[in-house]
């Protein structure tokens, strides 16, 4: 049994994916933080995604504790972590943000552009079956084919019963 999961969860039916993408079944899952920020499967194979393990604005609060850190010493240290290590992680980050920004732009870009794609071939879709069902009339076999669903075989509607209502006494 993998040790390296994510989640505590005493749910017995619940599966986790390992680092190696693999199915894990586990009867009590074990806390290793930082292991695994990976997915959790639930009972209805839905992928959920688990839980940051920082808070989402952690890149503001090392620019803040950096410049309160600054500002008491630049020469305090605890242990290897200095001023400087911090700086160069803070700085990775804002190059890191600044791509992804980019990417998701773009990722935009590329969905607008497939929705225009899809609306307009959706346009002609709904102009060839109307065409098919033109020529071959609504109950055709042809019609048929091109996804509509013929006159014949459609359900015919259902009356509502009107119930009677009562007499204010």
Same mark, same amino acid.
């Given at each position: 049994?993998?040790?390296?999961?994510?989640?505590?969860?005493?749910?017995?039916?619940?599966?986790?994916?390992?680092?190696?993408?693999?199915?894990?079944?586990?009867?009590?899952?074990?806390?290793?933080?930082?292991?695994?920020?990976?997915?959790?499967?639930? *009972?209805?194979?839905?992928?959920?995604?688990?839980? /940051?393990?920082?808070?989402? @604005?952690?890149?503001? !609060?090392?620019?803040? &504790?950096?410049?309160?850190?600054?500002?008491?010493?630049?020469?305090?240290?605890?242990?290897?972590?200095?001023?400087?290590?911090?700086?160069?992680?803070?700085?990775?980050?804002?190059?890191?943000?600044?791509?992804?920004?980019?990417?998701?732009?773009?990722?935009?870009?590329?969905?607008?552009?497939?929705?225009?794609?899809?609306?307009?071939?959706?346009? *002609?879709?709904?102009?060839?079956?109307?065409?098919? /069902?033109?020529?071959?009339? @609504?109950?055709?076999? !042809?019609?048929?084919? &091109?996804?509509?669903?013929?006159?014949?075989?459609?359900?015919?509607?259902?009356?509502?019963?009107?119930?009677?209502?009562?007499?204010?006494?």
């Amino acid at each position: 049994m993998n040790a390296l999961l994510s989640s505590l969860l005493v749910d017995r039916s619940i599966a986790f994916l390992d680092t190696m993408g693999n199915t894990v079944t586990s009867d009590v899952a074990a806390h290793v933080p930082g292991a695994f920020p990976g997915k959790i499967i639930n *009972k209805r194979n839905k992928i959920e995604m688990t839980k /940051k393990l920082y808070p989402s @604005d952690v890149l503001t !609060q090392a620019q803040t &504790v950096l410049s309160a850190w600054n500002q008491i010493s630049t020469t305090l240290a605890f242990g290897t972590l200095t001023a400087t290590t911090l700086t160069a992680d803070i700085t990775q980050a804002t190059t890191l943000e600044s791509q992804i920004a980019t990417l998701e732009a773009q990722l935009t870009n590329a969905r607008n552009q497939r929705d225009a794609l899809y609306l307009g071939m959706w346009d *002609k879709l709904k102009r060839v079956r109307s065409g098919v /069902k033109a020529n071959y009339g @609504d109950d055709s076999s !042809q019609y048929e084919m &091109v996804g509509g669903t013929r006159l014949s075989e459609r359900k015919s509607p259902t009356r509502k019963v009107a119930l009677p209502t009562a007499e204010p006494a």
